[in-house]
């Protein structure tokens, strides 16, 4: 199941410093869209709005119809957050299992979610015994074990080493494949947005606005053959441009 996200105008400013402004998009249902921009663009306060977790100065999202607000209370989002959102007394194993259990909903046996993110032999370690990268790929088992319709992913794979991150978004595409979900998610790393999205959103400096949509033209899931498409280094090449030369020059 994957849900329609529909956001119309949205503002939000915090006193006299405004973060966002009159930002639009429509995302497909079982779309995966990027969010790339510079540091301080509005990218995670975006996806803090569409969680509920943060409400608007104007304008308004819709979730297959329904605001935000509903649709966490139907349990039907996950988030994955820069930090860790681990609680510090349980194992990484019951971590995973209480989001099924505050949920009623249970999409991936948890033991398996946590080996195929490859913490086989931690899974009764509480967070003090994990590292930074595993405390993440804990919150990113966490946040998909109850199968949600709109999956959240703020630069879910910064803690990781490249090699772990590579096998993370291997893992997520080769799911999405079989389990189509609607994905929103903020990074920074280019390669990566455009190997994981069907589009990528560009963010201006702050306010935060749509500055250009993507679109990269290529059949999901991509391996790693597909960096040395022309696809891939047209589409990386034109991203770097506008985050490294337009937007800095203020074009």
Not at 56 to 85: C, D, F, W, Y
Not at 179 to 184: A, H, I, K, N
Request: net charge positive; aromatic share 6%.
């Amino acid at each position: 199941m994957s849900v329609p996200v529909v956001i119309r105008k949205i503002g939000r400013a915090y006193g006299a410093m405004q973060a966002l402004a009159d930002v639009d998009l429509e995302i497909g249902a079982g779309e995966f869209v990027s969010f790339v921009g510079p540091s301080g663009c509005g990218k995670t306060t975006l996806l803090r709005i569409v969680a509920d977790l943060e409400k608007p100065t104007s304008g308004e999202v819709k979730i297959g119809g329904a605001n935000p607000k509903e649709v966490r209370r139907q349990k039907k989002l996950g988030l994955v957050s820069q930090r860790p959102a681990v609680l510090p007394w349980k194992r990484a194993l019951d971590d995973v299992k209480f989001t099924q259990k505050i949920t009623q909903r249970v999409g991936y046996p948890a033991d398996q979610l946590l080996r195929d993110f490859g913490l086989e032999g931690h899974e009764r370690k509480k967070p003090g015994q994990l590292s930074g990268g595993m405390l993440q790929r804990v919150n990113c088992a966490s946040a998909i074990a109850h199968d949600p319709e709109l999956l959240l992913m703020d630069e879910p794979f910064s803690a990781l080493d490249e090699m772990k991150r590579e096998e993370m978004g291997e893992w997520f595409a080769r799911e999405l494949e079989t389990r189509p979900r609607t994905v929103l998610f903020v990074t920074h790393h280019i390669d990566e947005a455009v190997l994981l999205s069907d589009r990528v959103v560009v963010f201006s400096a702050s306010p935060g606005r749509v500055y250009e949509i993507v679109a990269i033209g290529a059949p999901r899931p991509r391996d790693r053959s597909f960096r040395e498409s022309r696809i891939f280094i047209e589409t990386t090449a034109r991203l770097r441009k506008m985050l490294f030369q337009d937007l800095e020059a203020g074009r």
